[in-house]
């Protein structure tokens, strides 16, 4: 999870140079960044071929969700940086929720231990502080 934090920091600002770098390029680097973040899962959490399948397209889904929501975001010219973090525990909190359906037990509470548990407990935390 610490890496899907990572390559959501790393893809952020591709959206404000966009310009600079075509949406093929950009659609390469994003799939490059989850094949790495579905063989990372696989190797760690010793996941069967079905769950690899699954995390890749959970993974794949949430991610194009995710950077179209601050791709638009960005075109909106929104300049309240808590709309975009917003947006990436939307989706941060989706592919938890999917990958607690996939994973068994013991595989849930490796990745819980990875960093899952305490990203999660960010994300509620700043929730709970929004709504307040």
Known sequence: MKFFV???LFLLPLGVFA???SEEEQEKKLAEAIEREVEH???NLKLEDWQVFYVD?????????????????N?????????????????MDKTYAAFEKV????????????????EKKARDKRNAKRNN
């Open 103 to 118: 994973f068994d037990e013991s595989q849930w509470e490796k990745y819980l231990k990875s960093g899952a548990a305490k």
């Open 57 to 73: 397209s959970i993974l794949t889904a949430n991610y194009k969700g995710m950077m179209d929501e601050l791709k638009e975001l």
């Open 6 to 8: 990572s390559l959501v």
């Open 19 to 21: 310009q600079q770098m």
């Open 41 to 43: 899962h696989a190797e």
């Open 75 to 91: 075109q909106s010219k929104v300049s309240n940086a808590d709309l975009f973090v917003m947006a990436q525990d939307k989706w």
